[in-house]
């Protein structure tokens, strides 16, 4: 189980910063991803890093706006949010590739992923 912390309820313009505390499993984790949804919508890839390259990629609409990245130490991935907006309000996931999948699937799919927990709540008022 995943844990994902961090979330809560900012201005448009403001930032948050994402925990995810893989509790050990980052033995054997290729890859991690945040995914967020949105009410009433699928849930959408954000970001990921490789555990042990740190190579990320990002959606499209990040736009530089976020910085995934990892601790190795704390087993801790991170997502750095900037410049949010009232279209960023979603519940935020982090999930992990303990397979390798993602690396035939591309990251971006959230069949790639294995393990995923409660997600962390982001609210963006306008």
């Known amino acids: 189980q995943l844990q994902a912390s961090g979330g809560g309820l900012v201005q448009a313009g403001g930032s948050l910063r994402l925990s995810c505390d893989t509790s050990?499993?980052?033995?054997?984790?290729?890859?991690m991803g945040w995914f967020r949804q949105a009410p009433g919508e699928e849930r959408e890839f954000v970001a990921a890093i490789i555990w042990r390259t740190r190579t990320t990629n990002y959606a499209y609409y990040v736009n530089g706006r976020s910085t995934i990245s990892s601790d190795g130490a704390k087993n801790t991935v991170y997502l750095q949010m900037n410049s949010l907006q009232p279209e960023d309000t979603a519940v935020h996931y982090c999930?992990?590739?303990?397979?390798?999948?993602?690396?035939?699937?591309?990251?971006?799919?959230?069949?790639?992923?294995?393990?995923w927990g409660q997600g962390t709540l982001v609210t963006v008022s306008s």
């Open positions: 999930e992990a590739d303990t397979r390798s999948r993602t690396a035939e699937l591309g990251c971006k799919l959230e069949r790639g992923y294995y393990y």
């Open positions: 050990g499993r980052a033995f054997g984790v290729y890859r």
